[in-house]
């Protein structure tokens, strides 16, 4: 039996062709491996680069930080700013019309043509507004004042180089639009 089954398989052998079977096979198996080492190169350059990530441009990035908190601090102060010179701009407005209104200064619209004529029969009101006080006199709103938050000659190049002779709490970062309190 041992002989019949050597020599069924001999036959099985010589009738096919093992090389032409396997060579896909192997062909599969050699493109595999290639991409497996292309792979392992590419993540080998990117643990090299990460590296130089990590030891180079992190630090940098860390010593920047001081400067960013700076300039980010300064962006606050420049909002809050413009939310004041806004909330300023708002209120001047509002005496300007006030004031239109006193002096019946018609302000270019449909409406003024449609409030003179009356059409719809409604009464003017009889109180009106005013930017005097109780005894007559004009108060203006109080407004800011540039020189509390600009520096005639612009921002000083280096706060920290400042004589002893000045009073620290007078300074003023006028280059972020607020003073510093």
Do not use: W
Not at 13 to 24: G, V, W
Not at 67 to 89: A, P, T
Not at 147 to 159: S, T
């Amino acid at each position: 039996m041992a002989e019949e089954l050597a020599h069924d398989y001999s036959g099985y052998f010589k009738a096919s062709n093992l090389d032409q079977e396997l060579k896909p096979i192997t062909v599969g198996i050699d493109r595999m491996m290639l991409r497996l080492e292309e792979f392992e190169n590419l993540l080998e350059l990117v643990k090299a680069e990460s590296g130089v990530a990590l030891t180079h441009n992190v630090p940098k990035l860390l010593a920047l930080k001081p400067e960013l908190d700076i300039l980010c601090d300064r962006i606050d102060k420049l909002e809050k700013f413009v939310m004041m010179v806004g909330r300023n701009l708002d209120a001047v407005e509002k005496q300007v019309q006030i004031a239109e209104e006193e002096l019946d200064i018609p302000d270019k619209t449909i409406n003024v043509l449609l409030k003179s004529l009356n059409i719809f029969g409604k009464q003017k009101p009889t109180e009106r507004l005013t930017n005097r006080n109780a005894n007559g006199v004009y108060e203006p709103v109080a407004v800011f004042k540039t020189e509390q938050y600009f520096r005639p000659n612009g921002p000083e190049p280096n706060v920290t180089n400042r004589s002893s002779q000045e009073d620290p709490s007078s300074c003023e970062d006028c280059d972020t639009g607020t003073p510093e309190k």
